[in-house]
């Protein structure tokens, strides 16, 4: 079955950086695309960006310019590189794949000081 394994959050304070990890297994990977959500307390998930299978990359726009997607079709992996991190990027991010409507079970980035 479609298993997806988030990893990479933590604490940073503001204008830090962290890169999130989504190990994918159960599934042809570079078959398709892949995205990252995210969810902050009492608030509605969110998409953050998707790359497809040709890499092509599409991102929300506020975190355009500061977030990138990309995946290491060798080693079934998506990445979500995070730069210059606000306290409103707090949230639980979450791995996806829209073909399947699976969900990996998210990882907590906090930015505070």
């Known amino acids: 079955q479609v298993q997806l394994v988030e990893s990479g959050g933590g604490l940073v304070q503001p204008g830090g950086s962290l890169r999130l990890s989504c190990a994918a297994s159960?599934?042809?990977?570079?078959?398709?695309?892949m995205r990252w959500y995210r969810q902050a307390p009492g608030k509605e998930r969110e998409l953050v960006a998707t790359v497809t299978l040709t890499d092509s990359t599409n991102y929300a726009d506020f975190v355009k310019g500061r977030f990138t997607i990309s995946r290491d079709n060798a080693k079934n992996t998506v990445y979500l590189r995070m730069n210059s991190l606000k306290p409103e990027d707090t949230a639980v991010y979450y791995c996806n794949v829209p073909a399947f409507n699976a969900w990996g079970q998210g990882t907590l980035v906090t930015v505070s000081s």
């Open positions: 159960g599934f042809t990977f570079r078959r398709y695309a």
